[in-house]
């Protein structure tokens, strides 16, 4: 492995972490900073303890395990579920010159033996193994003549029944206990359930884990719904727009899958089709081609994507509707992984709801039908809601995302109007209330529309005073301010299957006091906006490109996949900055000491002549620091006990109860806590707003930071702990 002169020796200093973890991240990985919860589970394995982390896609779990195989003694064993992301994981270790092997079927008797006799004589430090070796009388064997100091279990929600991806072969994890009941043992899953939570807890005897659950939030991704109405030339224009740019994009069928990419292919974009019924070849080398940068979209059914880590996948496009929330979250947490600005854009029309529909009452079990139902109709309301999405998902998880604005949807990227929609929603609660209560959206959308409907006339419907009342909203508007009347609760929707729509009493209320309401207008959607990309903004586009090129030839000739040379985020970097000497090249996040000795010079080469011919000037890149730790900052062991209730989500009053103490000292701890520069997410301890806002109107008014002053204004109508905690949410 490299040596550590060359690096700047400086920059390590990260409050409350021992430095050597951070020296290891930026030598071994080439990161400069922890992302959250990464140092508390790796200090939690460090001391021997079992853990349990839940976290979404993208959030850096695998370094929770490959940073301390570098610093236990013996051998850390992966258990992982796909062969395909086994020899992706290791070759990207292998890039940053760190000892990881795999042990699976693809490979031959004598490439085992060689393996296993390395791993004896201690020369691997990670070892990636699929769980049905762990049936092999031999395996075992083999697994008790080495020296496992970790046991790390990706992808964990595996071993459930409940789980979406059950494997019966990780039931034999079990063992794996029996076999060495002192190592520590880590379960990692993006699997957010409670039932298949408890379940990998309850097999794999991690009761006495520490747990690890992080916000499901994806900040860097931002999401859109669109009418289906000309969703192809929308594509079109996509591509065209973002050439090199990987996009997956889920349809519905197989046949669906072929089409479209084809048409994209006649288009003159690399396009190909991935579903479970082509020969598995031609899965292969599809799946293939789209890692390794030679085909850029990939039209998929819901069968594509467990077995791919590629991070720089910047759209994920649903062609059409999923069939539950759980399905739609975890395809659109296939963008971005590596953090940087992707989207995830859904195409809708009721038409695929009524699809789905179709394909659900096929379904025999009663139980599971009406299952169905639901989960299609949470998504359904996903797509018509006029509030925010993250806060629809995030709260679809039971997470409580208090923001106003999250810079990131369809929704809240659009200024927000209001218009007056009294008449409207008269008319259409007359309207169930004259057909008698009993009638579905649709149903009602055609009376109000005086559709010539059958059943209509049939019913005698056509003669009321309501029947085609409407002619100033389209069909797809009726059904948006219906949606967003169940939302306000005024009607109410019963009954699983077929939904019928009912007034509520606040409804009937409402009529009755000829009340006024305002719905927030719908946007003339077509056109979405970007998220803000500071970040995008300033690199060198042709310098982008050639290193892209240059990335591209690397990794073929070495025979892995581009992204496990340099990420993108990396690239940018290099093209923002222009580093031309070995130190400022060092900086740049992803350069760990073995890509800074293979790559540095080359690079720097290339950088210098492009800046030359253009005529541009390297800027120092900046090193990322965190307070220095001072005598006054340091922290006790009462605050890291605090720290962990954080991390458990708690309350200020659970913490207070839990620990004895006053809810105002556990707010001081949280304070102290940041102030000295440690990690934590209090975000869901931010106060509601309008409380938050008087709070901080007080603040400004007040001209200070002191408590009282602002606790006597306010007429003491806030305890101090709540100010505290307030006051954290200030920005100064
Ligand atoms: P997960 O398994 O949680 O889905 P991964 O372990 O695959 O996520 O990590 C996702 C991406 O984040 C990878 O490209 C990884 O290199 C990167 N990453 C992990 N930790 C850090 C860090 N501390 N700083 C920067 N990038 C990181
Ligand atoms: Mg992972």
Avoid at 301 to 322: C, E, N, Q, S
Avoid at 360 to 384: F, T
Avoid at 458 to 473: K, Q, T
Avoid at 518 to 542: C, M, N, R, T, W
């Amino acid at each position: 492995m490299a040596g550590t002169e060359a690096r700047p020796t400086e920059i390590f200093i990260v409050s409350g972490v021992p430095m050597e973890n951070v020296l290891l991240l930026k030598t071994h990985f080439g990161f400069d900073q922890f992302r959250p919860l990464q140092e508390e589970i790796i200090g939690c394995v460090m001391a021997q303890r079992d853990a349990f982390v839940l976290m979404p896609t993208g959030a850096g779990k695998s370094l929770c395990f490959q940073l301390p195989a570098l610093k236990m003694p013996g051998v850390t064993l992966v258990i992982s579920p796909l062969i395909a992301l086994m020899k992706d994981q290791v070759d990207a270790l292998q890039a940053d010159g760190i000892p990881a092997e795999f042990i699976n079927s693809t490979l031959t008797r004598a490439e085992i033996d060689r393996i296993q006799t390395e791993a004896r004589r201690g020369k691997i430090k990670i070892l990636y193994a699929a769980p049905e070796r762990l049936a092999m009388p031999e395996f075992q064997l083999f697994l008790q003549e080495i020296n496992v100091s970790l046991i790390a279990i990706d992808e964990s929600h595996c071993i459930s029944e409940w789980g979406h991806d059950f494997r019966p072969d990780y039931r034999n994890l079990k063992m794996l206990r029996n076999i060495f009941p002192q190592v520590p043992v880590m379960a990692l899953t993006a699997t957010a359930t409670q039932k298949v939570r408890e379940d990998i807890i309850d097999q794999l005897s991690l009761d006495k884990a520490q747990i690890f659950i992080s916000s499901f939030n994806r900040p860097n991704l931002s999401y859109a719904v669109l009418p289906k109405k000309n969703s192809y030339d929308h594509l079109i224009n996509i591509f065209r727009e973002h050439r090199n740019e990987a996009a997956i994009i889920y349809c519905f069928s197989r046949k669906d899958t072929e089409h479209l990419a084809a048409d994209l292919r006649q288009e003159g974009f690399k396009a190909l089709p991935y579903h479970a019924g082509l020969e598995s070849e031609a899965r292969r080398t599809n799946q293939e081609k789209f890692i390794r940068d030679e085909a850029q979209i990939i039209v998929a059914t819901i069968a594509f994507g467990m077995g791919i880590d590629k991070p720089d996948v910047r759209w994920v496009i649903h062609y059409h509707l999923p069939k539950s929330i759980e399905g739609y979250y975890q395809e659109t947490g296939r963008a971005g992984r590596d953090g940087l600005p992707s989207r995830c854009m859904l195409f809708y029309s009721a038409a695929d709801a009524i699809k789905q529909q179709y394909f659900i009452r096929q379904i025999e079990d009663e139980a599971e039908r009406k299952n169905a139902y639901g989960k299609l109709d949470q998504m359904v309301d996903y797509c018509e809601i006029a509030t925010c999405r993250r806060y629809y998902l995030l709260r679809y998880f039971g997470e409580d995302y208090q923001h106003e604005n999250c810079d990131g949807c369809d929704i809240c990227f659009t200024p927000k109007a209001d218009f007056d929609a009294t008449i409207i929603s008269q008319k259409i609660m007359s309207a169930i209330i004259r057909t008698g209560q009993r009638f579905l959206t649709n149903y009602i959308i055609d009376v109000l529309l005086g559709a010539k409907n059958k059943k209509i006339l049939e019913r005698g419907h056509h003669d009321l005073s309501v029947y085609g009342i409407v002619d100033d909203f389209s069909k797809e508007d009726l059904r948006r301010i219906i949606s967003q009347l169940v939302s306000k609760k005024l009607i109410i929707k019963s009954g699983d299957e077929y939904p019928i729509l009912q007034l509520s009493p606040r409804g009937n209320e409402f009529l009755k006091q000829r009340e006024k309401i305002q719905l927030p207008k719908f946007k003339s959607i077509g056109k979405i906006s970007q998220p803000s990309e500071a970040v995008e903004a300033g690199y060198d586009q042709g310098l982008f490109e050639q290193l892209r090129l240059w990335r591209k030839t690397t990794a073929d000739e070495k025979g892995v996949p581009p992204y496990v040379i340099f990420g993108d985020l990396t690239l940018r970097q290099m093209a923002f900055y222009l580093p031309q000497s070995e130190e400022n090249f060092s900086r740049i996040s992803g350069v760990g000491d073995e890509k800074l000795n293979q790559y540095g010079k080359i690079l720097t080469a290339v950088i210098q002549a492009y800046a030359q011919e253009h005529n541009l000037s390297e800027q120092e890149v900046p090193v990322k620091r965190s307070a220095r730790p001072n005598r006054s900052n340091r922290l006790g062991s009462t605050h890291r006990e605090t720290k962990k209730l954080v991390l458990q989500k708690m309350s200020i009053e659970e913490m207070a109860s839990t620990r004895g103490l006053a809810a105002g000292t556990i707010a001081a701890h949280i304070e102290k806590l940041l102030s000295a520069g440690e990690t934590i997410d209090i975000d869901y301890l931010r106060p509601p707003v309008e409380q938050f806002e008087t709070i901080q109107a007080a603040f400004q008014k007040s001209g200070g930071a002191a408590l009282s002053p602002v606790w006597e204004m306010l007429g003491e109508r806030f305890s101090y702990e709540e100010l505290r905690i307030a006051r954290l949410f200030i920005k100064s």
